[in-house]
């Protein structure tokens, strides 16, 4: 499974960072993402990771949100600067078994249960 963690409130300009505890067996390749989903909205793809270590981003997170991962630890992480109210959401961690690096939710298999997200 996919465990997330590290979400909350925080004001506008301000920095969270959410961790994703990753217990799956992995295929040697494998894309690990971030998706997001806004009250009443669509799931929308925030980022993902890619065993090569491509990372891709959203637009709309670019050059605020940083995704990392620590091999040791299993672990994904997002590091979100300048938190923007819009940002706002439940923010899920996904795996995707192979590649390529995709930003599509129906390719990503193993999902978190998510955590809130709350910019004011």
């Known amino acids: 499974p996919l465990v997330e963690s590290g979400g909350g409130s925080v004001q506008a300009g301000g920095s969270l960072r959410l961790s994703c505890a990753v217990s799956?067996?992995?295929?040697?390749?494998?894309?690990l993402g971030w998706f997001r989903q806004a009250s009443g909205k669509e799931r929308e793809w925030v980022g993902s990771l890619d065993s090569d270590g491509r990372i891709n981003y959203a637009d709309s997170v670019k050059g605020r949100f940083t995704i990392s991962k620590d091999g040791a630890r299993n672990t994904l992480y997002l590091q979100m600067n300048s938190l923007k109210p819009e940002d706002t959401g439940i923010y899920y961690c996904?795996?995707?078994?192979?590649?390529?690096?995709?930003?599509?939710?129906?390719?990503?298999?193993?999902w978190g249960q998510g955590t809130q997200v709350t910019v004011s």
């Open positions: 996904a795996y995707k078994p192979g590649l390529p690096l995709t930003l599509n939710d129906r390719d990503y298999t193993v």
């Open positions: 799956v067996s992995s295929a040697n390749d494998y894309c």
